[in-house]
């Protein structure tokens, strides 16, 4: 019988994605003030990066049939552009792309992913919450908060997947369940570059045992390797089909790591553009906080779960080296560890009284966000 709890977290993600597709599916020409005009489902699936993984999906990165079937995505790009989309998502999109058309396939994939995410946040979640009403309440939390989550989840977008692997990894390691961590953890870094650094987060207790001299059992550390293995097999593959092994690291635009620290802040960067960017500040202090907090609460009451914080702290320290104006999207990884750390203060019902108020808002944003983050497709006959 399913867990009517593990039902209801599950309900309430997809609603919230079907809520979010409603104005597309019924044409809606204005809603709340927000002009839809002629967008419908069309929309949904084309927004960035969804249509690209939907043509690596159709291609394998196979460069003949890119420059033939979608000349108008390339519009003067190298074929290898396409090496920033890992395949980890475009395999989900494939697989149903069996069955359906590819536009559907993409959505249906969206809606499995959604699934996947809310079964692995309540996983996680109910590692860390004593009360099952507790844990349903921080699994819907998590998929709208930081608001940047909804939009997000609701098109082709692979964090989706993404952050169930990474979580469902990290709770394999904290049970020293050593392989399956590492299984998934290769499936990480094939669905999205920021995956390696769950082989460090995994490194770090050995390095640990290193410098307090201390007996390594290598069982425990020698199967993450297949983490950088899968990695460097996939670019292998980029060396057969695009003639350049380092194929990702040219496409341009897709490493956005700058030294010093805090570059965002910057002036002439491609990826960040104007003055209000007041919003990334929220977003460093929700997470460094969030991240502390789950050291001091949630280690200390089960040090099982240092491998989950190691990771949090590497790729928040990574956050503060990325350029890019959507730092929300980037940092969304760790945004169910920091709601973990923030769990203890989250019990208030006018906490709850007033998210269910700032849902609204959210809402509105997706609605907004997507509209304004589409790629035009003039013909679609190559991605059916």
Request: charged letters at 10%; a positive charge; glycine letters at 6%.
């Amino acid at each position: 019988m399913l867990n009517k709890h593990i039902f209801k977290v599950v309900i309430a993600s997809i609603l919230s994605i079907f809520i979010i597709w409603m104005p597309f599916l019924l044409k809606l020409d204005k809603f709340w003030g927000i002009e839809f005009g002629q967008a419908n489902m069309q929309t949904i699936v084309s927004n960035f990066d969804g249509i690209n993984f939907l043509i690596v999906a159709k291609t394998l990165y196979d460069p003949g049939l890119i420059e033939v079937d979608y000349p108008s995505i390339l519009s003067g790009r190298e074929n290898l552009y396409f090496s920033a989309h890992y395949p980890g998502f475009p395999l989900v999109v494939r697989f149903f792309d069996l069955f359906m058309s590819g536009p559907n396939s993409l959505l249906m994939a969206i809606i499995v992913s959604n699934i996947l995410l809310t079964l692995a946040l309540y996983s996680f979640f109910k590692l860390i919450g004593s009360k099952k009403q507790q844990v349903v309440f921080l699994t819907i939390l998590a998929l709208f908060v930081p608001a940047r989550m909804l939009s997000m989840r609701s098109v082709g977008s692979n964090e989706t997947l993404f952050i169930p692997i990474v979580l469902s990894s990290l709770l394999m390691a904290s049970k020293q369940k050593h392989w399956p961590a590492a299984i998934l953890g290769s499936l990480s870094v094939i669905t999205r570059s920021p995956g390696i650094l769950l082989f460090g987060a995994y490194m770090v207790p050995l390095i640990q045992d290193i410098w307090q001299k201390r007996k390594i059992v290598w069982g425990n550390y020698l199967p993450y390797l297949l983490i950088p293995t899968t990695l460097l097999t996939l670019w292998f593959y980029y060396g057969l089909v695009f003639g350049d092994f380092l194929a990702y690291f040219k496409v341009g635009g897709n490493i956005n790591i700058h030294w010093p620290p805090f570059s965002v802040f910057g002036s002439n960067f491609d990826w960040v553009s104007g003055m209000w960017l007041e919003d990334i500040i929220y977003t460093f202090i929700f997470h460094s906080i969030g991240i502390g907090l789950f050291f001091d609460k949630q280690v200390r009451a089960n040090p099982s779960l240092k491998v989950v914080g190691y990771f949090a702290l590497i790729y928040l320290t990574t956050i503060f080296f990325v350029v890019h104006r959507d730092l929300a999207r980037y940092s969304l990884p760790i945004a169910p560890i920091a709601i973990a750390g923030y769990s203890h203060y989250l019990e208030s019902k006018y906490f709850k009284y007033g998210l269910a108020i700032i849902s609204i808002p959210i809402f509105l944003y997706a609605w907004n966000f997507i509209l304004n983050n589409v790629q035009p497709i003039m013909d679609w006959s190559a991605y059916l």
